[in-house]
């Protein structure tokens, strides 16, 4: 384990392997003279030479190997992050843009009272997209930094469900009908916030990812174990299974960021992850069973 951490920082593995380097060229030319004197006596250090030699060069190699796969997840975390800028600069700019266009209009125009209240209502929903935007990187960063807010205490699951989806219902102007529930009254010993943060991404995903006509099954059901497994079903594109691990990581989005049309910073699923690994629960996600979807399920115990 402590070598393990100790080859996670680049810059220590480089200078060990240049150390090794040195050491095994300066011993390559001590066997090199010692051999040249022709002498018996040099026989044991010519051998003692050619072990440390050859465990040097071992090192090296396994350095070389972990130096090369610390620089692919460095390129990788790049690639990320930029596509995380990109996300970002655009969440921001189209809510910004909007609500600076309704505003000239009302300034420079005489609009009916009608239009003045749907311009408001729309410039509304271009800040709570900019609150959402600005809370999930606050949340994240309060996860990587060991901050969580809030008191353990026992909340009512199907009503924490239902209060999510209201809001996702009412944040992409579908009706509530769109989520179809099959819920047992379950109470779960943990943070509010977090079970919020969890199911709220959760939903969100379902109805943004579903298909043009967005249909959304939920389920959940307690087990004899103490534990409690909540079942989203969406009917969008489905996940490809060998990314299904992949969605789960910080700033990933399938795709090209500029080529998408959906919102998102690819920062929700890495927040489900560890949340719900606190939670010591896990989360998984597999394809729907009839047509096209993605299941997420959580399971993790109750706490009661």
Same mark, same amino acid.
């Given at each position: 384990?402590?070598?393990?951490?100790?080859?996670?920082?680049?810059?220590?593995?480089?200078?060990?392997?240049?150390?090794?380097?040195?050491?095994?060229?300066?011993?390559?030319?001590?066997?090199?003279?010692?051999?040249?004197?022709?002498?018996?006596?040099?026989?044991?250090?010519?051998?003692?030479?050619?072990?440390?030699?050859?465990?040097? !060069?071992?090192?090296?190699?396994?350095?070389?190997?972990?130096?090369?796969?610390?620089?692919?997840?460095?390129?990788?975390?790049?690639?990320?992050?930029? @596509?995380?800028?990109?996300?970002?600069?655009?969440?921001?700019?189209?809510?910004?843009?909007?609500?600076?266009?309704?505003?000239?209009?009302?300034? &420079?125009?005489?609009?009916?009272?009608?239009?003045?209240?749907?311009?408001?209502?729309?410039?509304?929903?271009?800040?709570?997209?900019?609150?959402? =935007? !600005? @809370?999930?990187?606050?949340?994240?960063?309060?996860?990587?930094?060991?901050?969580?807010?809030?008191?353990?205490?026992? *909340?009512?699951?199907?009503?924490? =469900?239902?209060?999510?989806?209201?809001? *996702?219902?009412?944040?992409?102007?579908?009706?509530?009908?769109?989520?179809?529930?099959?819920?047992?009254?379950?109470?779960? &010993?943990?943070?509010?916030?977090?079970?919020?943060?969890?199911?709220? @991404?959760?939903?969100?995903?379902?109805?943004?990812?579903?298909?043009?006509?967005?249909?959304?099954?939920?389920?959940?059901?307690?087990?004899?174990?103490? &534990?409690?497994?909540?079942?989203?079903?969406?009917?969008?594109?489905?996940?490809?299974? @060998?990314?299904?691990?992949?969605?789960?990581?910080?700033?990933? &989005?399938?795709?090209?960021?500029?080529?998408?049309?959906?919102?998102?910073?690819?920062?929700?699923?890495?927040?489900?992850?560890? =949340?719900?690994?606190?939670?010591?629960?896990?989360?998984?996600?597999?394809?729907?069973?009839?047509?096209?979807?993605?299941?997420?399920?959580?399971?993790?115990?109750?706490?009661?």
């Amino acid at each position: 384990m402590f070598l393990r951490r100790f080859l996670q920082h680049p810059i220590t593995l480089a200078v060990i392997m240049i150390a090794l380097l040195v050491v095994l060229t300066v011993g390559w030319v001590l066997v090199n003279v010692l051999g040249a004197l022709d002498k018996p006596s040099s026989a044991g250090w010519h051998w003692m030479f050619l072990s440390v030699g050859t465990a040097f !060069i071992v090192l090296l190699v396994v350095g070389v190997v972990q130096y090369s796969i610390l620089a692919v997840k460095a390129i990788n975390l790049s690639r990320r992050q930029s @596509n995380f800028i990109d996300s970002v600069t655009h969440e921001l700019k189209s809510p910004i843009a909007s609500m600076k266009l309704y505003l000239q209009t009302l300034h &420079r125009r005489q609009v009916s009272e009608e239009q003045q209240m749907t311009f408001y209502r729309f410039m509304l929903e271009d800040l709570d997209r900019l609150d959402r =935007l !600005i @809370n999930q990187m606050l949340d994240a960063g309060r996860m990587e930094s060991g901050r969580l807010e809030g008191e353990m205490e026992d *909340v009512a699951l199907d009503d924490l =469900l239902r209060e999510c989806a209201e809001a *996702v219902c009412s944040s992409y102007r579908v009706p509530p009908a769109t989520i179809r529930w099959d819920l047992e009254p379950c109470s779960v &010993r943990a943070r509010r916030i977090d079970l919020h943060l969890i199911f709220r @991404n959760l939903l969100d995903n379902a109805v943004k990812y579903a298909g043009a006509d967005p249909q959304v099954e939920v389920t959940m059901r307690s087990g004899p174990d103490g &534990r409690v497994t909540v079942r989203i079903v969406d009917n969008g594109k489905g996940v490809p299974t @060998n990314l299904r691990r992949k969605i789960f990581g910080r700033f990933v &989005r399938l795709g090209m960021e500029l080529e998408r049309e959906k919102p998102g910073t690819g920062l929700g699923l890495y927040i489900v992850r560890t =949340l719900v690994k606190r939670l010591r629960g896990r989360v998984r996600v597999t394809d729907r069973e009839e047509g096209s979807g993605t299941v997420f399920e959580v399971q993790f115990p109750t706490g009661a």
